[in-house]
Antibody, heavy 129, light 107 residues
Framework: EAQLVESGGGLVKPGGSLRLSCVAS????????MSWVREAPGKGLEWVSG????????YYAASVKGRFTIFRDNSKNTLYLQMNSLRAEDTAVYYC??????????????????????WGKGTTVTVSS | DIRMTQSPSSLSASLGDRVTITCRAS??????LNWYQRKPGKAPKLLIY???ILQSGVPSRFSGSGSGTDFTLTISSLQPEDFATYFC?????????FGQGTRLEIK
Protein backbone atom coordinates (compact mmCIF):
# COMPACT_ATOMS: atom_id res chain seq x y z
CA GLU A 1 0.00 0.00 0.00
CA ALA A 2 1.34 3.41 -0.94
CA GLN A 3 2.20 5.60 2.01
CA LEU A 4 3.52 9.12 2.44
CA VAL A 5 4.92 10.32 5.75
CA GLU A 6 5.70 13.99 6.30
CA SER A 7 8.02 15.46 8.89
CA GLY A 8 9.79 18.70 9.66
CA GLY A 9 6.91 20.86 10.79
CA GLY A 10 7.09 22.99 13.90
CA LEU A 11 6.99 26.46 15.37
CA VAL A 12 9.06 29.12 13.64
CA LYS A 13 9.27 32.89 13.90
CA PRO A 14 8.21 35.17 11.05
CA GLY A 15 11.04 35.49 8.59
CA GLY A 16 12.41 32.11 9.57
CA SER A 17 12.95 28.95 7.55
CA LEU A 18 11.83 25.35 7.71
CA ARG A 19 12.35 22.29 5.56
CA LEU A 20 9.62 19.71 5.22
CA SER A 21 10.33 16.14 4.16
CA CYS A 22 8.07 13.43 2.85
CA VAL A 23 9.17 9.82 2.63
CA ALA A 24 7.29 7.59 0.21
CA SER A 25 6.88 3.84 0.47
CA UNK A 26 4.88 1.21 -1.37
CA UNK A 27 5.12 3.01 -4.70
CA UNK A 28 7.64 3.62 -7.47
CA UNK A 29 8.38 7.12 -6.28
CA UNK A 30 10.45 8.17 -9.28
CA UNK A 31 7.53 7.48 -11.63
CA UNK A 32 5.24 10.13 -10.19
CA UNK A 33 4.90 13.82 -9.93
CA MET A 34 4.37 15.06 -6.39
CA SER A 35 2.78 18.06 -4.76
CA TRP A 36 2.48 19.90 -1.49
CA VAL A 37 -0.98 21.05 -0.44
CA ARG A 38 -1.74 23.01 2.72
CA GLU A 39 -4.78 23.70 4.85
CA ALA A 40 -4.73 26.76 7.06
CA PRO A 41 -6.88 26.81 10.21
CA GLY A 42 -10.50 27.41 9.28
CA LYS A 43 -9.70 27.60 5.61
CA GLY A 44 -9.79 25.24 2.69
CA LEU A 45 -7.18 23.37 0.74
CA GLU A 46 -4.51 25.34 -1.09
CA TRP A 47 -2.12 23.80 -3.57
CA VAL A 48 1.38 25.08 -2.77
CA SER A 49 3.81 23.49 -5.16
CA GLY A 50 4.34 20.60 -7.56
CA UNK A 51 7.27 18.78 -9.12
CA UNK A 52 7.60 16.40 -12.05
CA UNK A 53 8.74 12.80 -11.65
CA UNK A 54 12.33 13.59 -12.59
CA UNK A 55 12.41 16.84 -10.66
CA UNK A 56 13.12 18.74 -13.84
CA UNK A 57 9.94 20.83 -13.70
CA UNK A 58 8.61 22.67 -10.69
CA TYR A 59 5.51 24.78 -10.13
CA TYR A 60 4.48 27.18 -7.39
CA ALA A 61 1.41 29.01 -6.22
CA ALA A 62 1.77 32.78 -6.45
CA SER A 63 1.53 33.03 -2.65
CA VAL A 64 4.80 31.13 -2.14
CA LYS A 65 6.76 31.73 -5.35
CA GLY A 66 10.22 33.05 -4.60
CA ARG A 67 10.06 31.90 -0.96
CA PHE A 68 9.49 28.15 -1.20
CA THR A 69 11.47 25.57 -3.13
CA ILE A 70 10.30 22.06 -3.92
CA PHE A 71 12.79 19.34 -4.76
CA ARG A 72 13.14 15.60 -4.54
CA ASP A 73 15.71 12.86 -4.11
CA ASN A 74 14.49 9.83 -6.00
CA SER A 75 17.30 7.69 -4.62
CA LYS A 76 15.85 8.27 -1.15
CA ASN A 77 12.17 8.24 -2.15
CA THR A 78 11.90 11.63 -0.52
CA LEU A 79 10.17 14.89 -1.40
CA TYR A 80 11.15 18.17 0.20
CA LEU A 81 9.78 21.66 0.63
CA GLN A 82 12.24 24.34 1.66
CA MET A 83 10.31 27.26 3.13
CA ASN A 84 12.06 30.58 3.61
CA SER A 85 10.86 34.04 4.67
CA LEU A 86 7.94 32.47 6.45
CA ARG A 87 4.89 34.54 7.26
CA ALA A 88 2.00 34.12 9.68
CA GLU A 89 -0.24 33.27 6.75
CA ASP A 90 1.92 30.22 5.99
CA THR A 91 0.62 28.61 9.17
CA ALA A 92 -1.11 25.42 8.08
CA VAL A 93 -1.06 21.67 7.94
CA TYR A 94 1.11 20.70 4.98
CA TYR A 95 0.25 17.55 3.06
CA CYS A 96 2.52 15.62 0.77
CA UNK A 97 0.54 14.29 -2.16
CA UNK A 98 1.15 11.86 -5.01
CA UNK A 99 0.00 13.01 -8.41
CA UNK A 100 -1.59 10.35 -10.56
CA UNK A 101 -2.24 10.32 -14.28
CA UNK A 102 -5.42 8.77 -15.53
CA UNK A 103 -5.79 7.88 -19.19
CA UNK A 104 -9.11 7.94 -21.01
CA UNK A 105 -9.40 6.88 -24.64
CA UNK A 106 -12.32 8.22 -26.64
CA UNK A 107 -12.22 6.98 -30.19
CA UNK A 108 -8.80 7.81 -31.52
CA UNK A 109 -8.07 10.50 -28.94
CA UNK A 110 -6.21 9.86 -25.71
CA UNK A 111 -6.91 12.17 -22.78
CA UNK A 112 -4.67 12.50 -19.72
CA UNK A 113 -6.15 13.55 -16.41
CA UNK A 114 -4.21 14.46 -13.30
CA UNK A 115 -5.42 14.02 -9.78
CA UNK A 116 -4.10 13.53 -6.25
CA UNK A 117 -4.72 9.98 -5.17
CA UNK A 118 -2.43 9.41 -2.17
CA TRP A 119 -2.11 11.87 0.68
CA GLY A 120 0.09 11.89 3.74
CA LYS A 121 -1.32 12.66 7.16
CA GLY A 122 0.26 16.09 7.18
CA THR A 123 2.75 18.03 9.26
CA THR A 124 1.87 21.24 11.07
CA VAL A 125 3.74 24.48 10.48
CA THR A 126 3.10 27.37 12.83
CA VAL A 127 4.61 30.77 12.11
CA SER A 128 4.38 33.00 15.14
CA SER A 129 6.54 35.26 17.23
CA ASP B 1 -5.18 31.61 -11.93
CA ILE B 2 -8.42 29.75 -12.42
CA ARG B 3 -10.85 30.49 -9.63
CA MET B 4 -13.07 27.67 -8.39
CA THR B 5 -16.29 28.60 -6.59
CA GLN B 6 -18.38 26.05 -4.73
CA SER B 7 -21.95 26.36 -3.57
CA PRO B 8 -23.31 26.12 -1.08
CA SER B 9 -20.56 26.75 1.46
CA SER B 10 -22.44 24.60 3.95
CA LEU B 11 -25.37 22.29 3.77
CA SER B 12 -27.53 20.47 6.30
CA ALA B 13 -29.14 17.21 5.24
CA SER B 14 -30.60 14.02 6.67
CA LEU B 15 -29.64 10.40 6.27
CA GLY B 16 -31.00 9.07 3.00
CA ASP B 17 -31.23 12.50 1.37
CA ARG B 18 -30.00 13.20 -2.13
CA VAL B 19 -27.47 16.01 -2.07
CA THR B 20 -25.91 18.05 -4.84
CA ILE B 21 -22.87 20.31 -4.55
CA THR B 22 -21.94 22.70 -7.32
CA CYS B 23 -18.52 23.89 -8.47
CA ARG B 24 -18.00 26.65 -11.01
CA ALA B 25 -14.72 27.50 -12.74
CA SER B 26 -13.80 31.03 -13.76
CA UNK B 27 -12.94 29.77 -17.25
CA UNK B 28 -13.42 26.68 -19.36
CA UNK B 29 -11.58 23.70 -17.87
CA UNK B 30 -13.18 21.04 -20.09
CA UNK B 31 -13.63 18.14 -17.68
CA UNK B 32 -10.36 18.50 -15.76
CA LEU B 33 -12.18 18.54 -12.46
CA ASN B 34 -11.65 16.39 -9.38
CA TRP B 35 -13.62 16.01 -6.16
CA TYR B 36 -12.22 15.22 -2.70
CA GLN B 37 -13.74 14.41 0.67
CA ARG B 38 -12.18 15.76 3.84
CA LYS B 39 -13.02 14.48 7.32
CA PRO B 40 -11.73 16.11 10.51
CA GLY B 41 -8.34 14.78 11.51
CA LYS B 42 -7.91 12.83 8.29
CA ALA B 43 -6.22 13.50 4.99
CA PRO B 44 -8.41 14.33 2.00
CA LYS B 45 -9.63 11.42 -0.08
CA LEU B 46 -10.09 11.40 -3.84
CA LEU B 47 -13.67 10.63 -4.87
CA ILE B 48 -13.97 11.51 -8.55
CA TYR B 49 -11.59 12.57 -11.31
CA UNK B 50 -12.14 13.80 -14.84
CA UNK B 51 -15.46 15.22 -13.62
CA UNK B 52 -17.29 11.90 -13.63
CA ILE B 53 -14.94 8.94 -13.16
CA LEU B 54 -15.35 7.29 -9.79
CA GLN B 55 -12.08 6.49 -8.03
CA SER B 56 -11.63 2.82 -7.23
CA GLY B 57 -13.24 1.87 -3.92
CA VAL B 58 -15.55 4.88 -3.74
CA PRO B 59 -19.22 3.94 -3.23
CA SER B 60 -21.48 4.23 -6.25
CA ARG B 61 -23.82 6.62 -4.44
CA PHE B 62 -21.26 9.29 -5.35
CA SER B 63 -21.40 10.67 -8.87
CA GLY B 64 -20.06 13.66 -10.73
CA SER B 65 -21.06 15.48 -13.85
CA GLY B 66 -20.36 18.60 -15.84
CA SER B 67 -18.01 20.07 -18.38
CA GLY B 68 -16.70 23.50 -19.28
CA THR B 69 -17.30 25.70 -16.27
CA ASP B 70 -20.11 24.05 -14.31
CA PHE B 71 -19.85 20.81 -12.36
CA THR B 72 -21.80 18.90 -9.76
CA LEU B 73 -21.11 16.26 -7.16
CA THR B 74 -24.15 14.23 -6.16
CA ILE B 75 -24.60 11.85 -3.28
CA SER B 76 -27.69 9.79 -4.01
CA SER B 77 -28.53 8.63 -0.49
CA LEU B 78 -26.59 10.12 2.41
CA GLN B 79 -24.91 7.70 4.78
CA PRO B 80 -23.50 8.56 8.22
CA GLU B 81 -19.92 8.42 6.93
CA ASP B 82 -20.64 11.02 4.23
CA PHE B 83 -20.84 13.96 6.58
CA ALA B 84 -17.63 15.79 5.76
CA THR B 85 -16.27 18.69 3.75
CA TYR B 86 -16.06 18.37 -0.03
CA PHE B 87 -13.64 20.17 -2.31
CA CYS B 88 -13.46 20.50 -6.04
CA UNK B 89 -10.11 20.99 -7.77
CA UNK B 90 -9.17 21.87 -11.32
CA UNK B 91 -6.23 20.20 -13.04
CA UNK B 92 -6.61 22.03 -16.35
CA UNK B 93 -3.49 24.05 -15.66
CA UNK B 94 -0.31 23.23 -13.77
CA UNK B 95 -1.26 25.97 -11.28
CA UNK B 96 -3.82 23.85 -9.50
CA UNK B 97 -6.65 25.49 -7.58
CA PHE B 98 -9.28 24.20 -5.20
CA GLY B 99 -12.76 25.39 -4.39
CA GLN B 100 -13.30 26.79 -0.93
CA GLY B 101 -15.13 23.68 0.24
CA THR B 102 -18.69 22.65 1.09
CA ARG B 103 -19.33 21.46 4.61
CA LEU B 104 -22.03 18.80 4.75
CA GLU B 105 -23.66 18.53 8.18
CA ILE B 106 -26.32 16.37 9.74
CA LYS B 107 -29.72 18.03 10.01
Amino acid sequence: EAQLVESGGGLVKPGGSLRLSCVASGLSFSNYGMSWVREAPGKGLEWVSGISDSGGSTYYAASVKGRFTIFRDNSKNTLYLQMNSLRAEDTAVYYCVKDEEGVVVKGETVYYYYYMDVWGKGTTVTVSS
Amino acid sequence: DIRMTQSPSSLSASLGDRVTITCRASQNINNYLNWYQRKPGKAPKLLIYAASILQSGVPSRFSGSGSGTDFTLTISSLQPEDFATYFCQQSYTTLITFGQGTRLEIK
